[in-house]
């Protein structure tokens, strides 16, 4: 869990100071707590981004435990929820990220 | 000490109130508490004003916050659609006392890849339960997931879960759902919530509609099984559960008058009974709606509200129609003594009509009902639905021992009898004006078909209707047979004329008795100075004669001496003799 967390944390300390750059992707994944299907989905996105977007991405790990009004705000339903912010329009993928093609799709990459 | 709780619990099944008008009653004191309902219906049956209700009612009355998960809705929405009923979310939800929550979800947007849950919806339930203290949860209507969330069987899933969830977070939930071919709901929700199950109903018959509700289950409870109408107007829901009421209502020895005096004294002497059913029924323009207003007059006239549905004259001319029979209903109307309702029934529906008429009677409270003419309700087929209507108004109006005055319309070609039949056992007491058509010329009569509990007159009457009231006459019963009318007018001249005539006749064998008797009188006179003249010459012989004899005696006596005989004595013993014979 905690490991999770250290991740979530480096991710998003890592990719502000590049936030500048217009271009760059704008990830959220909401999860409910540090479960299985969370640290998977983060596992699978973080992949696919390395591999797709390289440098160009910033992944927000949203817990909606810690922050229950923002599943309001931001219409969560289902989670994992993956939302691409940026670039529009907003696009949504829930699951564990699993399928790779699938979220390829969703992200609009391919 | 847990389980003893559950244990103790489970035995009187708490029940949630929803002080829906009428749906308390009849599911035995509110839904069950802490447990999920299934409100299920057609589009546009009212699922979402019944929830709603549910939660606004909890919050203002019973102090229980309710929070509202709409799926179709708006947060501004809700609150705008039912501020017409008179709800205020705006400033419910500023109080917190609810909590309005719309899931926006659109399924163009959503891509799914591996599996998810809905921990996202239980978290934003979770939260709104938590703000407010929340005891009532409504999911209005969760079925669009279905359409919206890809991967079935996971949603399933995750809705089992979320039932689970709410059973123990312990808050009363509805769960509306949208009405499925064959089966309850289009997604077979009833199979995660099986405690209650509440269906509604909204169909068109004859071209009005009728809202129905029915309790298809409630587990471990008691419930009315039936088909209950129902109403939306604005004070709400309103559910009326008259026909699960029974016969158990009180009835009253007190009469009251009819208005009439002499139809009072048909039905021995005292009217109508207080909370009884009184139909008058009749031909066209036999004066059923007159008949009425007496018993209007006179209610109004010992202070009792009444309370007047018309369904085919206008108030102000019922007033004026009146007057000319000289029943002046305008100073009762003024002292709001008497309220006029008048309604085509083509309006709205039979449901509709008998929802408006009791919540009109609860709120006038009036001691008279008159509906004037019932069968102004029957169009085409659905007379059954009409006596069932009346029936439930009947209940009910006995309930609040209110007496109920129906006039009906015959046509004159049936059996005037039979063709009430279909209210007649809802009918205390039955008074059947009719035509009499005799000599050209049609007349109304009035008898008493039936009155329960009290000895009546079996007489048919006829009656008038004169400036100054009604008023009934006895018909003419002779050898003629039964007239009236002008026929009944010529009869009694006719017998008027007869009578004077044997009277003359008897007046002249008077008169000449008494000559008779004058003259016999007369006669008897007449005989007597006869006789007494008789008599005066028969003494006048008697003195002459007696003289004489006396004379002879003497002589005889004088010519006894004279020849000195002793004879004196027994000559004179021998004329007394004589004498005495």
Same mark, same amino acid.
């Given at each position: ?16 100071? %590049? ?11 909401? %999860? @409910?707590?540090?479960?299985?299907? @969370? %640290? ?38 289902? %989670? ?31 | ?74 947060? $501004?929405?809700?609150?705008?659609? /039912? ?41 934003? &339930? ?11 949860? &409504? ?12 991967? +079935? ?7 089992? #879960? ?31 919530? =099986? ?12 071209? =009005?509609?009728? *809202? ?13 099984? !039936? ?34 005096? #002499? ?32 018993? &209007? ?21 019922? &007033? ?61 087929? !659905? ?37 009430? /039949? ?81 009277? $003359?006749?008897?007046?002249?064998? +008077? ?16 005989? *007597? ?27 005889? /006596?004088?010519?006894?001496?004279? *020849? ?18």
């Amino acid at each position: 869990m905690k490991i999770k967390h250290e991740k979530s944390e480096t991710s998003r300390q890592k990719e502000q100071p %590049v936030k500048a750059r217009r271009d760059k992707w704008v990830l959220c994944l909401y %999860v @409910a707590g540090q479960t299985s299907k @969370a %640290v998977t989905a983060f596992k699978n996105i973080k992949l696919i981004c390395e591999e797709q977007l390289k440098d160009n991405y910033q992944i927000k790990v949203i817990d909606l435990l810690k922050n229950p009004h923002i599943a309001h705000d931001d219409q969560i339903l289902a %989670v994992p929820t993956l939302v691409r912010k940026f670039p529009l329009p907003v696009r949504n993928i829930i699951g564990d990220l699993s399928n790779t093609e699938s979220v390829l799709v969703g992200l609009n990459i391919r | 000490m847990k389980k003893k709780e559950v244990q103790a619990q489970r035995k009187t099944l708490p029940k949630a109130p929803t002080s829906i008008q009428g749906l308390d009653e009849i599911t035995g004191g509110g839904l069950p508490k802490g447990r999920p309902t299934l409100v299920c219906g057609g589009a546009g049956c009212g699922k979402t004003l019944f929830a709603m209700e549910f939660l606004v009612r909890g919050a203002t009355l019973y102090n229980e916050p309710g929070v509202f998960i709409s799926f179709e809705e708006t947060e $501004q929405e809700l609150t705008a659609n /039912v501020a017409s009923l008179g709800f205020d979310l705006d400033s419910l939800v500023k109080r917190k006392k609810i909590w309005l929550e719309h899931i926006h979800i659109e399924r163009a947007e959503i891509e799914q890849s591996g599996e998810y849950n809905l921990e996202g919806l239980f978290i934003r &339930v979770h939260h709104a339960v938590e703000s407010i203290g929340a005891k009532r949860v &409504v999911l209005d209507t969760l079925e669009t997931l279905f359409s919206e969330l890809p991967n +079935q069987q996971i949603l399933r899933m995750e809705l089992h #879960r979320l039932f689970q969830w709410l059973k123990r977070k312990g808050v009363t939930t509805i769960v509306t759902a949208e009405r499925g071919e064959g089966a309850l709901t289009r997604e077979g929700l009833e199979e995660y919530v =099986s405690d209650c199950v509440i269906l509604l109903d909204h169909r068109v018959i004859d071209q =009005s509609s009728i *809202r129905r509700l029915r309790i298809v289950k409630y587990r471990g409870s008691s419930h009315g099984t !039936n088909e209950y109408p129902f109403l939306i107007d604005e004070d709400g829901f309103s559910v009326l559960p008259v026909t699960s009421l029974g016969l158990d209502h009180f009835s009253s020895s007190e009469r009251i008058s009819t208005g009439i005096p #002499r139809l009072d004294t048909m039905l021995s002497g005292k009217g109508y009974f207080r909370g009884s059913t009184v139909l008058v029924s009749g031909t066209a323009g036999t004066g059923k709606t007159s008949i009425a207003a007496a018993f &209007v007059e006179a209610a109004c006239k010992r202070g009792e509200r009444v309370l007047f549905f018309t369904f085919e004259e206008s108030p102000n001319q019922i &007033v004026r129609n009146m007057n000319s029979i000289g029943i002046d209903l305008e100073p009762w109307v003024k002292k709001s003594l008497l309220q006029f309702h008048a309604t085509r029934p083509t309006l709205y529906g039979l449901e509709n009509h008998l929802s408006t008429s009791i919540k009109l009677v609860n709120d006038f409270k009036p001691g008279i009902v008159i509906l004037d003419p019932i069968n102004a309700f029957v169009l085409g087929e !659905n007379q059954t639905e009409v006596n069932i209507m009346l029936v439930r108004l009947v209940d009910f109006l006995k309930m609040k021992r209110i007496t109920a005055f129906f006039t009906s319309l015959t046509s004159g070609n049936d059996n005037m009898e039979s063709t009430d /039949v279909y209210v007649s056992s809802l009918i205390d007491t039955w008074l059947l004006v009719r035509d009499l058509e005799f000599g050209g010329e049609r007349n109304r009569g009035l008898y008493v078909l039936k009155s329960r509990g009290m000895a009546h007159s079996n007489q048919i009457r006829e009656f008038i209707l004169t400036n100054h009231g009604i008023e009934l006459l006895d018909v003419y019963v002779g050898s003629e047979g039964v007239l009236t009318g002008s026929a009944r007018l010529s009869q009694e001249t006719k017998d008027d004329a007869e009578q004077l005539l044997r009277q $003359q006749e008897i007046g002249t064998k +008077q008169f000449s008795l008494e000559r008779k008797r004058d003259a016999m009188e007369a006669q008897l006179v007449v005989l *007597r100075s006869e006789f007494e003249a008789e008599e005066a010459e028969a003494n006048k012989v008697i003195k002459i004669e007696k003289a004489r004899n006396e004379r002879f005696t003497q002589d005889k /006596v004088k010519m006894g001496k004279s *020849r000195r005989g002793d004879v004196i004595i027994k000559t004179s013993g021998t004329n007394k003799k004589k004498r005495n014979i």
